[in-house]
């Protein structure tokens, strides 16, 4: 197989299953598209610039010998890509798991919780300030986990759920692109912006990164489709 094609084909594996399944009679998550899509272009437009700015300074930078060749800007367009298929197949993972799996009410405890880990998480940036990576990830997941906490938002128990079951997915997949599977990564990182810690081959910061990027697209597609459809997801 081409090394080309490698991370186009991490894009590929992430979506089919839940693009297939979405037209299943009993999922039905076809049907919430009109809620997905506005949410996770408007979410995909924030870290592409993101990214875009880091892979400009060299807070990382991507293989050519894994990307197919073609770029937006300074990206690959598989790094562009892969802000709607991973986000597609955790908001459809999201969706099964609201209509499979009844949580008890969010009480103002597990809020009191998420606003202390949101403080633990700014304190953390600001002390790696000079740290890029570490400290704009910290500080957006902070603001963002302070203002559901702030507005009680209950879709939140869901999210974690939904979040710790794609764990196993996401410790494969960024570890093919962080050169776990491979002979060099994929995508490189200039640990002078990080704390230097790895998972196996990736970035602790990724599991921030990662939740920042999905919690954005959950909580969009929630606040979408409360907005127009004005009720809990159906049930399967």
Not at 38 to 43: A, S, V, Y
Not at 100 to 107: A, E, F, R, W, Y
């Amino acid at each position: 197989m081409n090394p080309r094609f490698t991370y186009l084909l991490v894009d590929f594996f992430c979506i089919i299953i839940p693009v297939i399944f979405s037209f299943h009679p009993k999922i039905k998550f076809n049907r919430q598209f009109r809620y997905f899509w506005k949410p996770c272009l408007f979410t995909a437009l924030i870290f592409v610039a993101w990214d875009i700015w880091f892979t400009h300074i060299g807070i990382w930078e991507f293989n050519p010998r894994y990307v197919s060749g073609l770029y937006f800007i300074n990206l690959p367009i598989e790094e562009v890509l892969f802000f709607i298929c991973i986000p597609y197949a955790c908001v459809f993972t999201y969706h099964c798991l609201c209509g499979l799996v009844k949580l008890s009410p969010t009480d103002q405890g597990f809020f009191n919780a998420l606003t202390i880990s949101a403080i633990i998480l700014f304190v953390a940036g600001a002390c790696f300030f000079n740290r890029y990576y570490t400290s704009l990830t910290f500080t957006g997941l902070a603001l963002l986990l302070l203002f559901i906490a702030r507005r009680r938002e209950t879709f939140i128990k869901h999210f974690f759920l939904c979040y710790l079951l794609i764990l196993i997915p996401f410790f494969i997949s960024n570890g093919i692109l962080t050169g776990a599977f491979t002979d060099e990564p994929i995508v490189i990182y200039n640990n002078s912006y990080n704390l230097g810690l790895r998972m196996w081959s990736i970035p602790v910061e990724d599991l921030f990164y990662g939740m920042l990027l999905l919690l954005l697209n959950v909580r969009g597609y929630e606040s979408s489709r409360q907005k127009f459809a004005g009720d809990p997801a159906p049930p399967l």
